[in-house]
């Protein structure tokens, strides 16, 4: 399995922002597709984001649509979700999970990605 490491999570006030990071060693990210997807509490695991491998483009989720950006920097082997405008129903721990040559779309699947990171934790509260 490929190792990713998230950072950046915290504790944010409301209507606040946050840069979760996904770093990945010993494998090239741009061949694979990210995805972000978060657990809060006593729920299931939900999607987020994704970010399709060889630049084929991103999906939202509608929960974050207008709120959070996905993106990617090769050089630095790190894919990044921005997060702006935090709600309180944002917290959750987010896990960043990768899969070899997939295109994101409506059909994203949690079980379509095979290697995942251990997650951080996003807190919005005042």
Do not use: H
């Not at 509490?41 to 399709?52: D, F, H, L, Q, T």
């Not at 896990?95 to 699947?109: H, I, K």
């Amino acid at each position: 399995q490929l190792q990713l490491v998230e950072s950046g999570g915290g504790l944010v006030q409301p209507g606040g922002s946050l840069r979760l990071s996904c770093a990945a060693s010993e494998f090239t990210l741009d061949s694979y597709a990210i995805g972000w997807f978060r657990q809060a509490p006593g729920k299931e695991r939900e999607g987020v984001s994704c970010i399709s491998s060889s630049d084929r483009g991103t999906y939202y989720f509608d929960s974050v649509k207008g709120r959070f950006t996905i993106s990617r920097d090769n050089a630095k082997n790190t894919v990044y979700l921005q997060m702006n405008s935090l709600k309180p129903e944002d917290t959750a721990v987010y896990y960043c999970a990768a899969v070899w040559d997939y295109y994101c779309s409506a059909y994203v699947r949690e079980r379509d990605f095979d290697s995942w990171g251990q997650g951080t934790q996003v807190t919005v509260s005042s």
